[in-house]
């Protein structure tokens, strides 16, 4: 019996490469595919792949010199990415061709030849040659880890299993946008101060190092050895170490992010980390809104889709972005798993506010757990946009105060030794 050569990866993405014996190469698929793996390349160990032998046959050479060509000038697949907007583009215009009829494979090849994006391009024409293969769409989707994450998998299984793929796509589509929202409207409430004392940063830069060494000339010149007022001082002191203090700080700056990089790696630091952003003054608050919408949200849509509680639990702690978050669900999902009910063990987490537990609580003794979970994730959204609001206007003034204390410090400093020499002259 020959041998074949294999690539395949398991439901969580992990690769896995060997060697076995089968009759052929379809054979070889379906031991694989016993095993829970999904083949993503099988050879003959001694040569290529039957399945690749077939597609060069009635091809002509000049054919496939150019798609060496294209492959060449390809970006490095480490550079590739498909952002969300892309995918959330490309589930939408998949559930609008599935809910009109057209088969997955071919709505799949019809939004390959269109889209732009070379790695999701590149995927889809795998995942129709998967499929055609004999894989469904769930197993397609695994076999490419870094654009469907194991959300995205599970809901299109349950759509599968449920018959209601078209459903299921559309719900997903309009998930990732709704979750988008929420990250950029929490970024935007980030970058508006970071801005602000970029500016500042720049604004005092400039002081330093062009505006007050032209005084501190002119104060030589005038104030013919007298001591200079303490705050003038102050700031001559400051603007001669400028040059020196300034790349420290930078360096610093560089050296901390990368380090909690690090050890945002590692699960104690990213516990860590997760618990002080969600207890920061001004913005805890906001995350923490953000985090538990986040949560309602997908284990809402997830269980709307046909996952079972603890595949769906399993999941929300995965994709949870927060590690505090995944802690507290991951105590949930083993009560849950010990028969207690999901609003009693949540309550115990403390940290979701009551107002989710009761709702939790009516949606588990009613059995409209999904819808009430999504009821919620609307209401901390609206959330989420009155703390974002919020914050703006308190932000505004503060840092308007702020950079009117630096510059009109420094202001002041540069005009005391020339009011010292106006009082002198009129007493004279």
């Not at 769409?137 to 299109?156: C, W």
């Not at 992010?257 to 050890?263: A, D, H, N, P, R």
């Not at 913005?283 to 889709?305: N, Q, Y």
């Amino acid at each position: 019996m020959p041998k074949y050569k294999f690539v395949a990866v398991d439901q969580k993405g992990k690769e896995y490469t060997g060697n076995l014996e089968a009759a052929d190469e379809s054979s070889a698929e379906a031991k694989l595919r016993e095993k829970n793996l999904f083949p993503t390349s099988v050879t003959p160990a001694g040569g290529a792949s039957k399945a690749a032998a077939g597609k060069g046959k009635g091809k002509k050479k000049p054919a496939a010199s150019n798609t060496n060509l294209q492959k060449e000038i390809q970006m490095p697949s480490f550079m590739q990415k498909v952002s969300p907007k892309q995918l959330m583009a490309f589930t939408r215009q998949l559930a609008t061709l599935v809910n009109a009829g057209l088969p997955l494979v071919r709505g799949l090849q019809v939004l390959g030849r269109q889209e732009k994006n070379p790695l999701l391009k590149k995927s889809l024409a795998e995942m129709s040659d998967s499929i055609e293969g004999g894989s469904n769409f769930a197993e397609a989707l695994v076999q490419h880890p870094k654009i469907f994450d194991k959300l995205y998998v599970n809901m299109v299984k349950a759509g599968e299993v449920g018959g209601v793929l078209d459903k299921v796509l559309l719900s997903l589509a309009e998930f990732m946008e709704k979750v988008q929202k929420i990250k950029n409207k929490v970024k935007g409430a980030m970058i508006y101060p970071i801005v602000v004392l970029s500016l500042t940063m720049l604004i005092l830069a400039f002081l330093m190092i062009v505006i007050i060494p032209k005084f501190q000339k002119i104060f030589e010149d005038i104030m013919q050895g007298k001591p200079l007022p303490w705050l003038t001082r102050q700031v001559v002191i400051f603007s001669e170490n400028f040059v020196v203090i300034a790349p420290i700080i930078v360096v610093v700056v560089i050296l901390l992010s990368i380090t909690l990089k690090f050890v945002k790696k590692t699960k104690k630091g990213a516990y860590a980390i997760d618990w002080t952003k969600l207890r920061m003054p001004l913005f805890g608050s906001l995350f923490m809104k953000s985090a538990i919408g986040r949560f309602s949200r997908t284990l809402g849509e997830l269980m709307d889709s046909g996952v079972p509680v603890l595949q769906a639990l399993t999941i929300v702690g995965e994709t949870s972005g927060n590690a505090v978050v995944e802690t507290a669900i991951h105590e949930v999902h083993d009560a849950v798993k010990e028969g207690e009910n999901i609003a009693p063990t949540l309550e115990s987490t403390n940290i979701f506010p009551p107002m989710v537990i009761s709702m939790v609580e009516v949606g588990e003794e009613t059995g409209e757990l999904p819808q009430m979970l999504k009821r919620i994730a609307d209401n901390f959204d609206d959330e989420v946009d009155n703390a974002v609001a919020g914050l703006t206007s308190i932000i505004e003034p503060m840092l308007i105060v702020f950079l009117a204390v630096i510059v009109g410090a420094i202001v002041i400093a540069l005009f005391l030794p020339l009011i010292g020499i106006i009082e002198g002259l009129n007493t004279q």
